[in-house]
């Protein structure tokens, strides 16, 4: 039998990577990993983790997690990237990534959820987050593409507007 913990936190994760509508829908999920639970006992979880109801689809997910990061893919993480980075450095197969003050929960949110290849794990502070890939090649190729959507550079831009 799984403990309380271990269930909450496979519910995290569950709601961070994918939709989850309803608390039948988490049941299933969670039977599905082999965690059995009833629909109170997953009501508990959802009222002890402050899990809210998304205005836009109606899905489970933690408070305060920005409308940005709702369904992130490249596009997504790309504009996160274009609001939220100042800098990003190279070190062996890490990258840091730097942002303004408090950004840095909502650019490592969507980095996770966007499931970057090659991206072992993300690790954020108010301003820094650190990102582990799996060698040297991939960090320097997240690195130059991150930088490259910050800079907003012509590949990677809407199309210039025209001055009257």
Do not use: N
């Not at 009833?38 to 998304?54: C, N, P």
């Not at 609001?83 to 303004?100: M, N």
Request: net charge positive.
């Amino acid at each position: 039998m799984a403990t309380k913990s271990y269930r909450q936190a496979a519910i995290l994760e569950l709601i961070d990577r994918e939709r989850v509508p309803s608390q039948e829908a988490l049941r299933h999920r969670l039977a599905s990993m082999g965690l059995a639970a009833t629909q109170a006992t997953i009501s508990r979880d959802i009222k002890q983790l402050g899990l809210v109801k998304s205005s836009a689809d109606g899905a489970y997910q933690r408070p305060g997690v920005a409308p940005i990061v709702a369904g992130v893919g490249e596009d997504g993480l790309r504009r996160v990237v274009a609001t939220c980075l100042r800098r990003a450095d190279q070190v062996q197969q890490f990258v840091v990534l730097k942002t303004a003050p408090g950004e840095a929960q909502m650019l490592a949110i969507a980095l996770d959820r966007a499931g970057e290849a090659g991206v072992v794990g993300t690790v954020a502070g108010d301003d820094t987050i650190l990102v582990i890939t799996r060698d040297v090649r991939r960090a320097r190729a997240l690195a130059e593409r991150f930088e490259a959507w910050a800079r907003r550079e012509p590949s990677t831009r809407e199309p210039a507007r025209r001055r009257a």
